[in-house]
């Protein structure tokens, strides 16, 4: 068989998919996204869950983290491979950087990889899940959302894409912050997470390590304030979160004067 008889059996195959995809249900996608998380295909998983998220109807609590649970994982493969890809890349050229074209090359398929699914989602959250988000902590869910996938793209982005990422973060969390400090418990473990990942996000990409400590610290303090009014089925979740905005504070305390290292995030 030839390359080119290949290509149109290949493509064949994928209108055949995609026409098979086009008569599930919704419920169908819900139970095809569940199978493809367990078996670890999580760009099927991410695609069903894109199919529910297009139906028309506001995602339930379940199904936003399924479609989360998705692209965290999609996205997150790529974000090991970029920062392993970056040390490999720092030691080649200790060594005189003979494979420096090779492996540039190969950052380069990494990055778009990441551009593609991060504007993907990017898309998603703009034009159906934050408008059709009715509840408070799914608006906070959503923002956060979109503050993550643009913080994403600014660990590898440079000139105008960077300031472009940076400043869609930073709007994205501290839209989704105001809704929060206002609408959620301080205990509420999506409010605990925004506050992790907004910390972060003031650390790594905008090098403002006071800020993220400041932000870090008053999240959890006024968590530990309320801690007997945290809910029982959120307890595991909340205090999970809690003790990650803890080992950042401490990791960033020591670090404050020194070399600052890479911080938890959700």
Known sequence: INAEYMGIKFSFKIQIQKEEMSNLSRDEF???????????????MLEYMKKVAQSGQELSVEERNLLSVAYKNTVGSRRTAWRALSSIQQKEEQ??????????????????????????????LDKTLVPQATASESKVFYLKMKGDYWRYIAEYAQGD???RATEGAADAYQAASDIANKELKTTHPIRLGLALNYSVFYYEVLNEPTKACNLAKQAFDDAIADIESLDEDQYKDSTTIMQLIRDNLTLWTSEIEGEGEEGDDQ
């Open 95 to 124: 060594k005189g950087g003979q494979h420096k074209g090779l492996l540039t090359d190969y950052q380069v398929r990494i990055e778009k990889e990441l551009s593609q699914f991060c504007n993907d989602i990017l898309d998603l």
């Open 161 to 163: 894409l960077l300031k």
């Open 30 to 44: 819900i139970y095809m996204s569940k199978i493809a998380e367990q078996t670890e295909r999580f760009e099927d």
